[in-house]
Every structure is written in structure tokens, then in C-alpha cells.
């Protein structure tokens, strides 16, 4: 009985045995399927609230003109931020900041109401009022530090660089067209955090290209030379009572913009209290008729097409040329009998200038008009830049077709009319143009460069030698229409030109609202620089001879005084020497220059080489450089090396050494 | 001494389980490294001392494995005479853990009695002091068990004593570990089938009620059957746990390496150390803790088996189901197969009493194991 008793009893026990079996099986098929079956897509979920990514911003490249000379530069501001839960009397705190930061008491009401935990209250504001804002000491009211970007030189290529907004995006002119290459790519930090948010320890992610920093530009422009423009076109423009104008200066043979103005005057340092469309680059963004700034073109086509040659005869119908329903007049209602070919563009004639596009014929003259690159991108690196009108000569009336000689009907950008005029300077090559002249790392290794770029021959170079005579004929005869443009020992090729505003409410062109030009190029024999002025809408002086020739020669021959007779003299600092990529040449801006002489750039580091502590220490000092000294003896080597950019804490790391003949 | 001879009671023979006592130590070890392992930073945080768990862990670990040591070489026969005035004891103390002052609330539940110079849990003294009752009970009445009135009537009107008691607490989950242990042993003991079969089925709407008039359960049982539908709230913290299972994957982070126990998982050291565990060590670590519960039940059941007695092969079998049980529903809990229960995880999770007591049940099956026939 008893016997039998345990047999059952062990029997039930079994059964509970295999039950709790069973139960335990299961947990380790489900815990086999938690972690190594689906583990993956749980474990992503886990990592992904265990870290967050933080992007720390490289601080913003710098911009640079060709001498090295700093254009944009970021500094560190004040902003103002707030979180309205700590604040504990909201009306008091209204009234303190709007009281510092003279903002509306009932906008920053509207702020601290929102009932978020952080709004910004201002931002980027003077260092006195961040000062008086932390004295405050108030509760949930905060200060911090953001980078701001500071234009040192205020107007100066302001509408060439743009400007940087909130938050570090650029948003005009190079700043927003090389936006990525200024930012730089960001380092990213990853954290671990625990569910509090509270940051464990920095774990570096390895998926991440790090250390790329952000990428300086150095343009083409030269400040010296751009400041001149800048200040000579304001005078004019004031002087002229004109609306505004624009001036465009270029290294005809490569094509680099050495300097290019609007007028009005931008600064992008206050980008915010202006006019937006003030920022806007004309030169490159808007079109118009080129008036007689055009018929260069037209007869250079005539020369090279062989239609025409300088000493051809034209009737000038004096000054009554009926085409089709239309009668051509010369401007300022003078008469001409018969001209010469090249006293057609001495006088700008525009009736000559139509006979001589008659000879030509609309189909070639469509096809030297495009070949010169009008009605198409310059594809110059700047922002906004628009083709211009051309018509297809197919959809040319005759009127059109007459028109378009002496620039009617034909609309162009500022920088068309200078690239095709340089092309005829260039010995009839057309050049790229471009005002980017490398874009460095952090370390001066050149990223990407800018290189003068061919684009092709519109006419041949005795053709072009021809119509440069032509042109300097314009401006040193007596009887000239560009004569004031001349300039002291130099000849100086150019044409005047005026174009009427087509206005369009009376369906008509103006005579009284006009935009008055001058292009032209010197030496007339060895071009070197190809300039254009514009102004709009000039109250005095309309044409373009009187109001526009004066200020190219005013800035012709102060860019002259200023380097001398031959202005290749000036020259630039080197980017920097790495021998892998070979020294930058330019073909026109010469050789390049050690950071030494006298009066070497004080951005740019100097060379210490060869030196020995103390006279490094020396020279560190006059040049306002912070040395870091490695080693002992004589200077082997440094970072940055000569003549690279110093960057804004101005260190320059200088390793010594002992060793003979290193 | 060797031992063998440090369990085996003098003068007799037979050697205690070794296999057991192995995996119970091993248990015991793994336990307390997760438990500094899991609350070191919590306790830096909340007690500015990372050791503040692990100090007092390591306490409880030697006073339960000498109340372990001490109750192998008692005879387990001479416990039949606790069987009785434990359970009267038992049932003191639950009423006392509603007094004020001597019974401690934690987190809304009044599970504590504090006697001045010691505070334990009372419903891990009530479990044992059930199972020995049963198997004292079961073996006098042997003969008369499938009478229903003594069979049934009487054991389960002591335990829905004390099971009512537990539930007032609130302690849902012991009182369901109460009456399924007092199922189990009655089957064992020779209770009819049909009997217990209609009892099981009277639990069945008596649960639902329960779980039905506290809101806290339903919130269980809906995160339970679909936790990401809130998994902010009620699913947070099953998905919490298997965020760890999952981080773990196959050989785990590395002890002291896991992420979750750093506040994202609620009792990292108590109800939720396996999950740490999960992490740390991966489905490797589980499968060898799993593992150890399976050795410790196998061998539990065959000290059951050879015991020399009814009383014994009844106790020594209540005693390691209740093991099982109290792992079983803690496992499966934060693996989210049922649904949390807020129980803890024999001899890993923090608690001195659930350790002490744990320990003491082992020392039971010791003494039981060295009369093996």
C-alpha cells in the first residue's frame, strides 16, 4: 500500500517535473528569439535612444581678396535667450529687457508666453547690452556665445560677398553660393545618455568623416583696386545725380574680376536694415540695352568677316535712315554726311552702324553677337546671373535686325558686355570669367582652384588688333567721343555709350531716363585691364562720353599711380606652397611672393625660417603673430607655413633645430 | 572538514545534493555582481554611495547562506512541528503588516513589517511557512485526501486566509503563487483531479475579478498583449525590457557595459535584473541563469522523489516549486510572454528577505536530499 502510494505520488510528481520543463524550454526559445532573432531591429531602437548626435559646426571660412587681405570673418556675439518656466516674475523681466534691448515690452510678453522652454529674445546684440542683460542676474534669462559674421571693411565688395543670416546660413552672394564650402562639414559627436538625458561620455563615431573643417575662398578681386572703383563710382553717382551704377574691372587676358561695384553701397554687416533688393548684384543679375557700347561688336564682326575694312565709305543719310515703318536717327539729332568705317565708331553713328550690319547680314551678325557671348551665361562663379535677351535672327523684324546694331533690342548683363569687350582686348579670345581664385582647407591645401578658363576665339587676332585701334582712336582723337577717358602717356581703347530705358508704360524708349556707359580697355597695345562703368539714370551729363568716361579715367589712372607704369607690378601672395600641387601660377598675376618685405600683409604668416628663437620672438612681435615655440636652434619649419593665412587666433607653431643644414 | 561533511548531519548518512548547492551558489554569485552591476550609478545617485546595494546584498547573502548551512543539518522531521504555528504566526503577521508603525508601506503596498531592529517581507515567511503546512497536512491525511471536505475544503479554506490576506496588501501576484503552489501539492499529495479541476475553475472568474477592479492590472494586462500601443506608460516598461534583451543580442555588452539599467529600466536591481542581465550578457547569460533554474528544479524534484517520507517528498517538492514558480513568472514576465507580475527573481534580484528565505528553502532541500533512500 505504502509501496504503491510513493510510485503514484512520484508518477505526479513527474508529470508536474515535465510541466515546469516545458515552461523553462519555452522561456529560453523566447528568450533565443528576443536576442538573436530579432535583436537587431531591438537593439537599433536602444542605440537609438541611448545617444543623440551633436553637430558641432566648424566656424565659418574666411574670405579672403587675392592679397590675403580679409573680406568676411566670423567673430563671437551675444544673443539673448530665455526659458519662461524659471522665470519667476514675468512682468518684471518684460520690463528690465525691453528696457536693455529696446525691444517692444509686448513682443517679449508674447515670447515668454509661449510656454516653451526656450525662446531666443535677441540675438547677435552689442556687448554693452549682453553685459547689462547679465547683470540682471535673473532667474530662467540667459546669455550665450554665437558666431557672427563680421565684414571687416563694411561696404567694401559687399555685394559680391553677400551676407550670412541667423544661424550661420548664408544667404546672398557667395556666402550663399559657396554656403557649403564655407560651412564646412560639421563634426559630429555622438553622446550616450541615460533616460534622464543626462550626457554619459562622449563616444566619437567612427561612420563620420571628421575633420574636414570649413574651406576658406580667396577671390580674384583686389581690394585696393575694388575700393577705388567703389569710391570713384559713389562720388560719380552722387555727383551725377544718378540713381545708382555699377563698374566692372577684369584681367582681360584671364579673365579674373578684379573688382566689380553697385551702387548703392550694400554693407552686409546690416544686412538686416536694408532693402534686400539693395543687395543685389546688378552686374550679373540684370540686363539692359547696351546703346552704343554695342557697335564694337558689330563692326568687329564686319572687320573679321571681311565685309568691311576701316577705310570703306558709308552714307550716312544724314541722320534720316528710314528702315521699313521707322526712321533711325543719330543721337542727340546730329547729322552725318559720309563716314569712314572707323569714324562710324569715333562719331558712334548709329546709322552708319546699321548700314554697316546691313552688309553684314543678320545671319552672321546673330552669329558673331553669340560668339562674343551675348544671350548666354558667362557662367561666371557668382550667383543669380541671368543669359540676357537675344533673339534668334530668324525672329528678327527689320527693324529689329537695324536695331540691334547700335544696341536696341538686345538686352545684356554688365559682365557679357565686359568679358566680350576683353575678348576683343584678349586678341579675339573669349575668357571665363571668375572671381573665385581658390578655395583652401583649414591647412592651405587648395581644394579647388580657379584657372583661366578659354572659352573660344570669336575673331581673329588681327582682327582684334584692328578694332582696338579703332577704339583707341575714339578716345585719343580731339574730336572723339570718348576723349575724356584719356588717360596721361597710356592709350586707353574704349567706347561711350547711352542707352535708353525702355519704358514701359509709354510702349517707347526714353530719352530722359538713360544709362549711360563707358567700356574700355589699356594699354590699347598690351591690354591689361578691361573696365565698364554704368550709371543709372544720370540727372546731368546723360551721355555716356561726359558722365561715365571721366570715372574709368579716374580709376584708370589711379590704379596706374598706384603701381606705377606697369600694373603687373602689384602682385599677390602665394596660396601657399605644397609641393605636390606645384605653386599656383597666374598668367597675369604674376609670380608669387614670400609673406616677407615690408609691407607684407599682416594677415598672412611670415617667414621665420632660418631664424633663431629671439629673432623669431622679434619679428612674432612686430607682426602681432602668436609664437609657439617647438624645439631649439635655428627654425626648421612652421605651421602655417609663409605666406598662408594665419586664421583668427593669429598662432603660427615654429619647430627648431640643431641639425646643420635643415 | 570537507563538504560533505559540513552538510552532512552527524551520525548520519547520505551526503547533500552537491549539483544544487552548485547551482544555487552559482546563482547567488551572478546575482549579486548584477546587483552592483544594475544600481551602482542609481545608488551613487539617490545615496551618493555606489555600493549602498551591494553592501547590504552581500549581508543577506551570508546570513542566508548560514541559515542555509544551519538547516541542512537539521533534520527536516523536526519541522513538523512548526507546521501548525507557522501558519498562526503567518497569519499575525499579515494582520500586523496593516497595523501603523509596524507595518511599512513601499510604494503603496503594505508588505513590511518593521520590528525595530528587523524588517522583512511577511509573504515570503507566508509561502514557506504554506508549504510546510501543506506537507504536514497532505502526510497525515494521506489516507482521507480524496474526501473532498478533507481534501479540499480544509486546505483551501487556509489558504484563501492567508491568499485574502496577501491580496489586501495589495500582493496580487503572491496570493496567485499561494494558491497555484497549494493546487500542486494537493495533486501530488493524491487529491482527485475532479476536485481540484472544479476548484481551478472557481479561481478562474475570482481572478478576473481581481484583476478587473484595480485599474493598475488592466494597465498590466493591455501593456502585456500590445506594448507599443502606449510606450511611454503602461508599455514603457516591458519595452524597456526587451530594448535590453534586444541591445544583448547573442554574447551581450559586457558586464557593467549596459545602457538601460541607466533609468531607462524601472528597478533595474530588483524585478528587472534579468533584463540587465540580458544585456550585459547576452542570450548567452540568460540561457545559463535559465539553465541553472532548470538544474536546481530537476534536482528539486528528485530529492522529492527519493525522499524517505511523504512529509519530506511533499516539502522538499513545495519548496522548489515555489522556486520555480516565483522565476518562472518573474522570467517570463520581463520577456513579456505573461504579464508583469512585480515579483523577483530567486536569488538575483536585491532583497534580503526573498534571499534569506530562498536560502532557507535550499537548506530544507539539503537536509531532505542527505535522507535520500
Known amino acids: 500500500m505504502k509501496r504503491e502510494a510513493t510510485r503514484y505520488r512520484r508518477l505526479r510528481l513527474a508529470s508536474l517535473l515535465g510541466l515546469f520543463l516545458v515552461l523553462y524550454i519555452i522561456l529560453i526559445t523566447r528568450a533565443l528569439h528576443l536576442q538573436v532573432v530579432s535583436g537587431q531591429a531591438l537593439k537599433s531602437l536602444a542605440v537609438r535612444q541611448h545617444t543623440k548626435i551633436m553637430e558641432m559646426p566648424p566656424e565659418r571660412g574666411l574670405i579672403f581678396d587675392r592679397n590675403g587681405r580679409k573680406l568676411a570673418a566670423s567673430v563671437m556675439a551675444d544673443s539673448v535667450f530665455a526659458d519662461p518656466s524659471k522665470i519667476k516674475n514675468v512682468q518684471r523681466a518684460a520690463d528690465e529687457l525691453s528696457r536693455i534691448l529696446g525691444t517692444d515690452r509686448d513682443t517679449i510678453l508674447r515670447k515668454l508666453g509661449r510656454g516653451k522652454n526656450f525662446c531666443w529674445l535677441a540675438r547677435l546684440v552689442p556687448p554693452e547690452q549682453a553685459a547689462q542683460v547679465e547683470a540682471l542676474k535673473m532667474d530662467g534669462v540667459f546669455v550665450v556665445k554665437e558666431p557672427k559674421r563680421h565684414y571687416p571693411n563694411g561696404e567694401l565688395a559687399g555685394h559680391i560677398l553677400g551676407f550670412v543670416g541667423m544661424d550661420a546660413v548664408g544667404l546672398e552672394g557667395l556666402e550663399r553660393k559657396y554656403d557649403q564650402y564655407l560651412r564646412g562639414t560639421p563634426q559630429r559627436l555622438v553622446w550616450a545618455r541615460d533616460a534622464k538625458g543626462k550626457r554619459i561620455y562622449p563616444r566619437l563615431e567612427k561612420a563620420v568623416v571628421q575633420g574636414q573643417g570649413s574651406y576658406h575662398i580667396i577671390l580674384t578681386i583686389d581690394s585696393r583696386i575694388q575700393h577705388l572703383v567703389e569710391t570713384h563710382l559713389k562720388e560719380a553717382v552722387l555727383d551725377k545725380g544718378a540713381k545708382g551704377g555699377f563698374a566692372v574691372v577684369m584681367d582681360p587676358r584671364t579673365g579674373e574680376i578684379l573688382a566689380l561695384a553697385n551702387q548703392p553701397g550694400f554693407d552686409p554687416n546690416r544686412f538686416a536694415e536694408g532693402n534686400p533688393m539693395k543687395g543685389k548684384n546688378r552686374v550679373v543679375t540684370d540686363c539692359y540695352d547696351p546703346g552704343s557700347t554695342f557697335k564694337p ?44 568705317f572707323k569714324e562710324i565708331i569715333k562719331y558712334s553713328s548709329n546709322i552708319g552702324t546699321v548700314k554697316i550690319a546691313e552688309r553684314l ?240 600683409d599682416l594677415s598672412v604668416a611670415p617667414d621665420f625660417r632660418g631664424l633663431t628663437i629671439r629673432e623669431a620672438l622679434v619679428k612674432a612681435r612686430d607682426r602681432d603673430v602668436n609664437l609657439k615655440i617647438v624645439g631649439h636652434g635655428w627654425a626648421i619649419s612652421q605651421d602655417p607655413p609663409p605666406g598662408a593665412a594665419l586664421g583668427i587666433g593669429r598662432s603660427c607653431t615654429v619647430t627648431f633645430g640643431t641639425e646643420a643644414g635643415s | 572538514m570537507n563538504w560533505k561533511e559540513m552538510f552532512s548531519p552527524k551520525g548520519r548518512e547520505g551526503s547533500p545534493d552537491l549539483i544544487l548547492l552548485s547551482a544555487v551558489l552559482i546563482l547567488v554569485a551572478v546575482g549579486t555582481i548584477m546587483i552592483y552591476s544594475s544600481s551602482s ?160 475553475a472557481l479561481a478562474v472568474p475570482v481572478g478576473v475579478f481581481f484583476v478587473l477592479t484595480k485599474g493598475y492590472r488592466i494597465s498590466r494586462i493591455t501593456a502585456f498583449l500590445d506594448p507599443w500601443r502606449d510606450p511611454q506608460r503602461s508599455g514603457f516598461q516591458i519595452i524597456q525590457s526587451y530594448l535590453s534583451f534586444g541591445s544583448g543580442g547573442t554574447f551581450g555588452v559586457g558586464v557593467g557595459d549596459g545602457m538601460q ?113
Not at chain 1, 315 to 335: L, P, S, T, W
Request: aromatic letters at 10%; charged letters at 20%.
Open chain 1, 361 to 600: 547680314g543678320r545671319e552672321r551678325l546673330y552669329e558673331y553677337i553669340t560668339k562674343f557671348g551675348f544671350g548666354a551665361r558667362t557662367g561666371i562663379d557668382l550667383p543669380g546671373e541671368i543669359p540676357g535677351l537675344l533673339r534668334h535672327y530668324r525672329d528678327w523684324t527689320r527693324i529689329d535686325a537695324a536695331t540691334i546694331a547700335f544696341g536696341q533690342g538686345v538686352s545684356v548683363t554688365a559682365i557679357q558686355l565686359v568679358t566680350a569687350l576683353s575678348a576683343i582686348a584678349n586678341n579675339g579670345i573669349l575668357m571665363k570669367p571668375f572671381i573665385i581664385r581658390a578655395i583652401v582647407d583649414g591647412k592651405g591645401d587648395i581644394v579647388r582652384e580657379g584657372r583661366p578658363t578659354v572659352v573660344r576665339r570669336v575673331i581673329s587676332e588681327q582682327t582684334a588688333r584692328r578694332m582696338a585701334s579703332i577704339l583707341t582712336a575714339v578716345v585719343s582723337d580731339e574730336d572723339g567721343t570718348g576723349k575724356k577717358a584719356r588717360i596721361e602717356n597710356v592709350n586707353v581703347a574704349g567706347k561711350t555709350g547711352t542707352s535708353q530705358k525702355f519704358d514701359f508704360a509709354r510702349r517707347a524708349y526714353s530719352s530722359e531716363k538713360v544709362r549711360t556707359s563707358f567700356m574700355g580697355f589699356f594699354p590699347a597695345e598690351a591690354p591689361q585691364l578691361a573696365m565698364l562703368v554704368v550709371l543709372d539714370e544720370p540727372q546731368r551729363d546723360r551721355w555716356g562720353g561726359v558722365a561715365s568716361a571721366p570715372v574709368f579715367k579716374k580709376i584708370g589712372e589711379e590704379i596706374l599711380n598706384c603701381y606705377r607704369t606697369d600694373i603687373r607690378e602689384y602682385q599677390t601672395a602665394p596660396l601657399r606652397e605644397t609641393p605636390n600641387l606645384g605653386t599656383l601660377r597666374f598668367v597675369a598675376a604674376g609670380g608669387p611672393r614670400g609673406g616677407d618685405g615690408d609691407e607684407a
Open chain 2, 41 to 200: 550609478i542609481m545608488a551613487m545617485e539617490r545615496f551618493r554611495d555606489g555600493l549602498y546595494f551591494l553592501k547590504r546584498q552581500v549581508v543577506y547573502v551570508a546570513f542566508g547562506l548560514l541559515l542555509m548551512i544551519r538547516l541542512s543539518r537539521f533534520p527536516y522531521e523536526n519541522l513538523r512541528s512548526f507546521a501548525y504555528p507557522g501558519v498562526i504566526v503567518s497569519v499575525i503577521l499579515l494582520i500586523l503588516v496593516f497595523v501603523p508603525h509596524i507595518g511599512i508601506r513601499v510604494g503603496g503596498a503594505r508588505r513590511w513589517i518593521n520590528l525595530g531592529f528587523i524588517s522583512f517581507q511577511v509573504s515570503e515567511l507566508v509561502k514557506m511557512a504554506l508549504v510546510l503546512f501543506l506537507a504536514y497536512y497532505v502526510d497525515r491525511k494521506t489516507a482521507h485526501l480524496k474526501d473532498f471536505r478533507r481534501g479540499i475544503v480544509i486546505p483551501f479554506s487556509v489558504v484563501l486566509v492567508l491568499a485574502a490576506l496577501v491580496v489586501k496588501e495589495p500582493d496580487f501576484g503572491t496570493a496567485a503563487i499561494l494558491v497555484a503552489i497549494t493546487m500542486m501539492m494537493l495533486y501530488v499529495g493524491g487529491v482527485r483531479l475532479t476536485h481540484l479541476m472544479g476548484i481551478a
Open chain 1, 297 to 340: 561688336f558689330v563692326a568687329a564682326a564686319a572687320l573679321d568677316a571681311r565685309v568691311a575694312k576701316e577705310t570703306d565709305r558709308f552714307y550716312c543719310e544724314n541722320g534720316h535712315y528710314a528702315v521699313g515703318d521707322r526712321v533711325i536717327h543719330e543721337a542727340q539729332r546730329k547729322r552725318h554726311g559720309t563716314l569712314t
Open chain 2, 261 to 373: 539599467k541607466l533609468f531607462y529600466l524601472p528597478e533595474p536591481h530588483t524585478d528587472f535584473i534579468l533584463s540587465v542581465l540580458a544585456e550585459e550578457g547576452g542570450f548567452f547569460g540568460v540561457a545559463v541563469v535559465i539553465c541553472l533554474f532548470i538544474v536546481l528544479i530537476l534536482r528539486g524534484f528528485f530529492i522529492s522523489m527519493r525522499a524517505p517520507d511523504t512529509f519530506g517528498s511533499l516539502l522538499a517538492a513545495g519548496l522548489t516549486m515555489v522556486i520555480a514558480l516565483e522565476a518562472f513568472i518573474n522570467i517570463a514576465g520581463v520577456m513579456g510572454i505573461i504579464p508583469l507580475k512585480g515579483l523577483a527573481l530567486p536569488f538575483l534580484s536585491y532583497g534580503g528577505t526573498a534571499l534569506v528565505t530562498s536560502l532557507a528553502a535550499v537548506g530544507i532541500l539539503l537536509n531532505i536530499s542527505s535522507h535520500e533512500t
